[in-house]
């Protein structure tokens, strides 16, 4: 029998932490829980998410897990068996920063994209290499799955640091472009064998396979795309920015219409556009804190109250589920089909080796086997994803190395940016914005 596990989720403060322990419940036959730690440095988030997940155990009749929220890194990890990642360095009220001074100067404002993006990277390197250090010291055989976002940036900066640590790098929205698309068209995206690769937030369907009409069903899906343009499904119902998002997904398919791409790749490929019909002054990250943090605070207040009666309020859709049905697999060795982020090393045969890409993999208890693709990816593409990994790569060379002339180089080559001129005066701005969270950069 397995033995009940420890779970330590690092930003236990998240209002996605709701959604992961849900799953976690669901799943408790192959995710059979002893306990549950919350480690956040925020101690205000992290109590009200401790009253939130102890109301959820009792409703759920899991009183017998045992729960903890703690700001000392030593009590978190200790002996524990997963690591969950979900940090945000700076919080709402910085990721609002990145996406103002942005917009300020005609940028793609975006959480994972464009400078706003870089901003952050610049900012969770050091935050999730603290994380990744307590886990070494405390737990060195636990798991770390991470959802911390930029992942492409966070990969390339754990592997230079800690080559060897047992870390899964997992992003839920090609699973969630999945779920939509199967929604909105009349699947059943269980039944899938999807093929992709890129970056993060970055990349395109080759293939998906339906096990069930027992077919590659992608080129009936590109033209359900380019005539219907999908509803958002009912985690992010009411959401006008995600609405946005998975409309702009029949514009891409439209204009090229080879491949089926991430939702995100509209703010590389038409920077202009989403720049033109965003709010420079209520931005996604306002959106989030009068949504889903209000939201957050106000079951943990109910709670407080004593109330029992209507208090949870969230639907986060497959976003815990992932990163559970990715904890299972190692644990009971299933080896199931994820898209990860991992060291290219050939995987996309005509790319440089040593990019941190996006392809499927296979999950079990020694770790991530990726899926190499048979044939080179197009020029349009592989031109697109080098420019990319070369920004990327050079802003993590920035954060190690302090090297103001390595951000500078990386934020003009970022692709959303078009000049060095503007990548300078943001540059200087986000610095100065920055200061508690960025390195020193001479």
């Not at 900066?157 to 790098?169: E, F, H, S």
């Not at 293939?207 to 958002?232: C, T």
């Not at 491949?259 to 420079?280: G, R, S, T």
């Not at 589920?321 to 045969?349: C, K, W």
Request: aromatic share 10%; proline share 4%; with cysteine.
């Amino acid at each position: 029998m397995t033995k009940k596990q420890v779970i330590t989720i690092a930003g236990g403060g998240s209002t996605y932490t709701p959604g992961i322990i849900q799953a976690v419940l669901k799943d408790s036959e192959r995710l059979p829980l002893e306990e549950i730690r919350l480690y956040d440095i925020n101690q205000e988030r992290n109590d009200d998410m401790k009253l939130v997940i102890d109301f959820m155990l009792k409703q759920e009749g899991h009183d017998n897990v045992k729960l903890i929220s703690t700001e000392n890194p030593a009590i978190a990890f200790t002996g524990c068996d997963f690591v969950f990642s979900q940090i945000r360095v700076g919080g709402m009220k910085m990721r609002e920063q990145d996406e103002k001074i942005a917009l300020k100067h005609g940028l793609v404002g975006q959480e994972t994209c464009g400078l706003g993006g870089f901003a952050y990277g610049l900012r969770s390197m050091g935050g999730l290499l603290e994380v990744v250090g307590y886990v070494q010291q405390y737990a060195p055989e636990a798991w770390i799955l991470n959802y911390t976002n930029p992942e492409s940036i966070i990969s390339e900066a754990v592997r230079r640091q800690y080559p060897g640590i047992k870390m899964i790098n997992a992003c839920d929205m090609t699973i969630s472009i999945e779920d939509t698309m199967a929604a909105n068209y009349g699947y059943d995206h269980t039944n899938w064998v999807s093929s992709y690769y890129g970056l993060n937030h970055f990349g395109w369907y080759t293939e998906i396979y339906d096990k069930e009409l027992k077919r590659d069903i992608m080129p009936e899906l590109i033209e359900k795309l380019i005539s219907q343009k999908m509803d958002v499904t009912d985690a992010n119902a009411g959401d006008t920015s995600w609405q946005e998002a998975f409309g702009m997904m029949s514009v891409i398919t439209k204009d090229f219409p080879t491949h089926i791409p991430n939702n995100y790749l509209e703010y590389y490929l038409y920077p202009d556009m989403v720049v033109e019909k965003a709010d420079k002054n209520y931005t996604r990250a306002n959106m989030v804190m009068n949504g889903r943090e209000k939201n957050t605070k106000e079951m943990a207040n109910k709670i407080r109250e004593g109330k029992t009666e209507d208090v949870l309020n969230f639907n986060f859709g497959v976003h815990g589920e992932y990163i559970v049905d990715m904890a299972t697999s190692i644990l009971n060795d299933e080896h199931r089909r994820f898209m990860l982020i991992v060291p290219n090393q050939g995987a996309i045969p005509n790319l440089r080796e040593d990019a941190v890409v996006e392809v499927p993999a296979y999950v079990g208890a020694t770790g991530v086997e990726p899926i190499s693709l048979r044939n080179p990816i197009p020029d349009f593409h592989k031109g697109l994803m080098e420019a990319q990994v070369a920004a990327e790569k050079l802003l993590v060379d920035a954060y190690f190395e302090g090297s103001y002339q390595k951000a500078l180089q990386a934020f003009t080559l970022n692709q959303t940016v078009p000049s060095a001129r503007v990548a300078k005066i943001v540059l200087d701005e986000m610095i100065e914005a920055n200061k508690e969270y960025w390195p020193e950069l001479s």
